[in-house]
């Protein structure tokens, strides 16, 4: 098989990933009726006067779409809104005013606690009110476990890409904030710094005790399992490989061979970005018979972030999953922002990070003529590129190439980006960025004159950038030190491993196996993170059978936890007995 380029070939890409739960027995429900008879009969099993279903939801699930949906199929002698024993929205705005910050895309992540946001005086009078009333009781909101538990306690789950999609159309706004028409930026931001990671908080005391799952990313498509169901779903997430589910993204600068490659939407003008193993953003489709669950992946990290991840990498992040795949695409389309990523102290200082945003760029294709920036010039002096940069917000434009390296892109290269240095991806090229997780932190210098898709200037951030460029990263280090630093680590009859791409002072470890046929890798107590960068299909399998098969497609990323151990790798299909490689990516040890 040839050589994958852009233009001539098309991946079996599946965009639509699934995990097929074991247990047939799981029963799912789908649409209003059926699960609202389902509850209103497990109500009345209890034999109870009075039976509390606690409804906990995510922020921006639509509550009102729920409300009416079970109101038509089952009768509540009362409906309970948390909001209404939490602080009015002026006052959740101003509490969090000082971590929101004014900047439109930074914040500062605090760690707020729902309970935060309560008047306890309005949470004992709503108890009281509850507690006089008989019949079925519907407790529904953020936060309304903090309220009741209930008898019965239903999570009603939302992605966070959902979120996002609900934000830029103006559709919703922050909890209780009234801002449906705010720059979508800023409500992201919100959400990101503050609302998310409480709400995380506060699901991941809940996971035991949930009594159903309920699945509210369709409009009117609601879709429940027990919560036993869900358990045992995230159970088999961790002890096999799997895939989250990818998202695509237009962009100012986005290109054409994702559309192509991936078989993706040909009236769209462009894909920008791919994220495909973000488990902070993206979802996993669980499926239990014929219905397909859609959960976030962070669940998996929260629920079970010690098989997932590994003791040492638990032990040092947390429930956080610390490394991300993702694509960009400038194929036929822009160079990216000139940008800089924050040294780990100043993101810590500044916006209450415990990491910083460390990566890579693994060059997936490109056609001739593909360059990355990378570094300053010999001589560069930082004062005059300063200014050049602020003088380049109005009318003049700035001479990147003057102060900035560019360096050719070929396919398999691979440029190590640690933090401080100043880099983007040129056109005609598509990169697999292979990175840290806090990807909200990029600071862009120059954005060649362009407005965003919303017409409106992106943020830069030169104020922030100079205070963490490394200026000594000039023509000669970054030659030495950040283009294709291979190095062999072992070979056999028909394989060859290498390591290649970060540099030392980052964390994440990046390796390269070239194989013709079958070749054992172990995950030695941590989370592997693999991409197919050559070849068409690649099987993975257990030597023990301890998991299923898992066939990977091109350009597919696949997460394998720390629990499975050893595992095989093998060309498959049109592949078989031809050349693969894969990158693989994980944290490296302290030890």
């Known amino acids: 098989?040839?050589?994958?380029?852009?233009?001539?070939?098309?991946?079996?890409?599946?965009?639509?990933?699934?995990?097929?739960?074991?247990?047939?027995?799981?029963?799912?429900?789908?649409?209003?009726?059926?699960?609202?008879r389902e509850l209103e009969a497990r109500a009345r099993d209890l034999g109870k006067p009075r039976?509390?279903?606690?409804?906990?939801?995510?922020?921006?699930?639509?509550?009102?779409?729920?409300?009416q949906g079970l109101g038509a199929s089952m009768k509540f002698q009362g409906v309970f809104y948390s909001d209404e024993a939490a602080l009015e929205g002026g006052a959740i705005t101003a509490k969090m005013a000082p971590f929101l910050t004014e900047d439109r895309i930074f914040g500062y992540r605090y760690p707020f606690k729902v309970a935060d946001f309560f008047?306890?005086?309005?949470?004992?009078?709503?108890?009281?009110?509850?507690?006089?009333?008989?019949?079925?009781?519907?407790?529904?909101?953020?936060?309304?476990?903090?309220?009741?538990?209930?008898?019965?306690?239903?999570?009603?789950?939302?992605?966070?890409?959902e979120i996002q999609q609900r934000f830029r159309r103006g559709e919703l706004g922050n909890w209780k904030a009234q801002n449906e028409a705010e720059d979508p930026l800023r409500k992201y931001k919100r959400g990101?710094?503050?609302?998310?990671?409480?709400?995380?908080?506060?699901?991941?005391?809940?996971?035991?005790?949930?009594?159903?799952?309920?699945?509210?990313?369709?409009?009117?498509?609601?879709?429940?399992?027990?919560?036993?169901?869900?358990?045992?779903?995230?159970?088999?997430?961790?002890?096999?490989?799997?895939?989250?589910?990818?998202?695509?993204d237009p962009g100012v600068w986005g290109g054409q061979w994702?559309?192509?490659?991936?078989?993706?939407?040909?009236?769209?003008?462009?894909y920008a970005w791919s994220f495909d193993g973000v488990p902070e953003e993206n979802s996993l489709y669980l499926l239990y018979g014929e219905t397909r669950i859609e959960v976030p992946a962070q669940d998996a990290v929260l629920y079970r972030p010690l098989e997932l991840l590994g003791e040492e990498v638990y032990g040092r992040f947390g429930a956080e999953f610390p490394i991300r795949f993702d694509f960009l695409d400038t194929m036929g389309g822009g160079n990216l922002s000139l940008q800089v990523h924050p040294l780990t102290a100043y993101i810590q200082e500044q916006f209450g990070m415990p990491y910083t945003q460390e990566e890579s760029y693994y060059i997936l294709d490109a056609e001739e003529g593909a360059v990355v920036y990378l570094g300053v010039k010999e001589g560069t002096d930082p004062q005059e590129m300063l200014k050049a940069l602020r003088e380049a917000q109005g009318d003049r434009p700035f001479e990147a190439e003057k102060y900035i390296n560019t360096f050719p892109a070929k396919k398999h290269d691979h440029f190590s980006i640690p933090p401080g240095t100043i880099h983007c991806s040129g056109t005609n090229s598509v990169v697999l960025e292979i990175s840290a997780t806090p990807f909200n932190f990029t600071f862009k210098l120059w954005d060649w004159g362009r407005l965003g898709l919303d017409g409106k200037p992106r943020p830069i951030n030169i104020d922030h950038g100079e205070k963490v460029i490394a200026w000594d990263r000039d023509s000669a280090w970054v030659k030495a030190n950040l283009i294709n630093p291979l190095a062999p680590i072992a070979q056999g009859d028909h394989w060859r491993e290498e390591r290649t791409g970060l540099h030392p002072s980052q964390f994440i470890e990046t390796r390269r196996m070239w194989t013709k046929g079958p070749v054992t890798w172990n995950t030695h107590g941590t989370f592997n993170m693999l991409n197919l960068v050559s070849g068409r299909e690649a099987l993975i399998e257990s030597p023990s059978a301890s998991f299923e098969p898992?066939?990977?497609?091109?350009?597919?990323?696949?997460?394998?936890?720390?629990?499975?151990?050893?595992?095989?790798?093998?060309?498959?299909?049109?592949?078989?007995?031809?050349?693969?490689?894969?990158?693989?990516?994980?944290?490296?040890?302290?030890?």
């Open 1 to 36: 098989m040839a050589e994958p380029f852009s233009g001539a070939f098309q991946s079996n890409y599946d965009k639509e990933p699934c995990i097929s739960i074991r247990d047939s027995s799981h029963r799912a429900w789908e649409a209003y009726g059926p699960i609202g």
């Open 119 to 161: 008047v306890p005086q309005k949470i004992e009078e709503m108890r009281r009110q509850i507690e006089q009333t008989e019949g079925i009781l519907l407790l529904i909101g953020f936060g309304a476990s903090l309220i009741h538990r209930g008898d019965i306690l239903v999570y009603g789950n939302l992605a966070r890409w």
């Open 258 to 270: 994702m559309k192509k490659t991936f078989a993706l939407n040909p009236k769209a003008d462009n």
């Open 550 to 591: 898992f066939i990977l497609h091109y350009a597919e990323t696949v997460i394998i936890p720390a629990s499975v151990g050893e595992y095989r790798i093998r060309p498959h299909g049109e592949s078989e007995g031809q050349e693969i490689a894969l990158i693989k990516a994980y944290v490296r040890s302290k030890g």
């Open 51 to 67: 039976v509390i279903i606690t409804l906990e939801c995510y922020p921006s699930v639509r509550l009102d779409e729920i409300v």
């Open 192 to 248: 990101f710094f503050i609302e998310w990671p409480m709400a995380d908080r506060l699901k991941k005391g809940l996971y035991d005790s949930i009594d159903y799952l309920l699945d509210t990313i369709k409009k009117d498509e609601p879709k429940m399992i027990r919560g036993e169901a869900y358990r045992q779903g995230l159970e088999q997430v961790v002890s096999a490989p799997f895939r989250t589910v990818p998202y695509f």
